[in-house]
């Protein structure tokens, strides 16, 4: 245990605290299960030391609860190597683990692709176990929420994309995207404080329902220039001479 460290990159990767209650719970009831060992790789700074490429949760939670040995494979590997090894590894474990949100599946997903591995939306959504609707809604929050807190702090610009973000998180720059990564706000919440069209504000959103309100029970309606008019009647089928009416005709206005 003495000579396993973890890497640089590890909290770059995960900026916030994770949340490990399903690991403790299944190291209370299983101790720790030797089926799944750390996969670890030769340190480059390090002589006779391991970096930790996937297992950190395990080690940290395996230190804490005083264990001297865990069980290890050694794989030889480059950094870039062990950085997508660890990123492939912990998105493939979201479809069998809550221990990633949405958000974080996203970063993850962008990750490969910013190292010439690309995953389907598809698949990603599948991992995370939601709806295709609720996972373009969070991509485009997710672009809002780091495209604005980048604007408004030019010196993250000169960083990778990952770390960025990991920067913008680490540094709480935008409140309500770190509770969106963490998942103590759910992204539709997200979307309706901050949607698009931002002249229009709440409260003239409020202004307008009640206008619209006054104006459904006083039977006006507003034109272009503020004036009242009466409201539109629908269009009526014509009545022929049999009786028939014309079905050629709406029943109401389009």
């Known amino acids: 245990m003495d000579r396993l460290i973890t890497p640089a990159y590890y909290h770059d990767l995960f900026p916030l605290p994770r949340d490990r209650s399903a690991l403790v719970e299944s190291f209370d009831r299983y101790g720790y299960r030797p089926e799944y060992p750390l996969t670890v790789r030769p340190s480059e700074l390090l002589g006779n030391h ?6 950190v949760g395990r080690f940290e939670l395996a230190c804490e609860r005083g264990m001297r040995r865990v069980p290890v494979i050694v794989r030889e590997m480059s950094q870039k190597e062990a950085l997508l090894y ?15 949100s949405l958000p974080q599946a996203i970063f993850l997903s962008r990750l490969l692709e910013g190292r010439t591995k690309s995953l389907p939306p598809r698949l990603v959504w599948k ?30 610009e ?8 990991a920067e913008i998180l680490r540094r709480d720059l935008f409140p309500e995207f770190t509770r969106l990564w963490t ?17 229009r504000g709440r409260g003239a959103a409020r202004k307008n329902s009640k206008a619209t309100a006054s104006e459904r029970a006083n039977g006006t309606r507003r034109g272009p220039a503020g004036e009242d008019h009466p409201p539109r009647s629908a269009k009526r089928p014509s009545r022929k001479k049999d009786g028939r009416t014309d079905a050629s005709l709406p029943l109401f206005e389009s």
């Open 183 to 199: 998942g103590s706000l759910e992204v539709h919440t997200f979307q309706q404080a901050h949607a698009t069209g931002e002249g």
């Open 86 to 100: 660890a990123v492939e590894d912990n998105l493939f474990a979201a479809g069998s683990s809550a221990s990633l």
């Open 158 to 165: 000169e960083l990778a994309p990952h770390i960025r973000v």
């Open 127 to 156: 991992l995370a176990r939601v709806s295709e609707s609720t996972f373009w809604r969070a991509v485009k929050a997710y672009d809002l929420a780091v495209g604005k807190a980048a604007g408004e702090h030019p010196e993250l």
């Open 50 to 55: 391991f970096e930790i490429v996937c297992g």
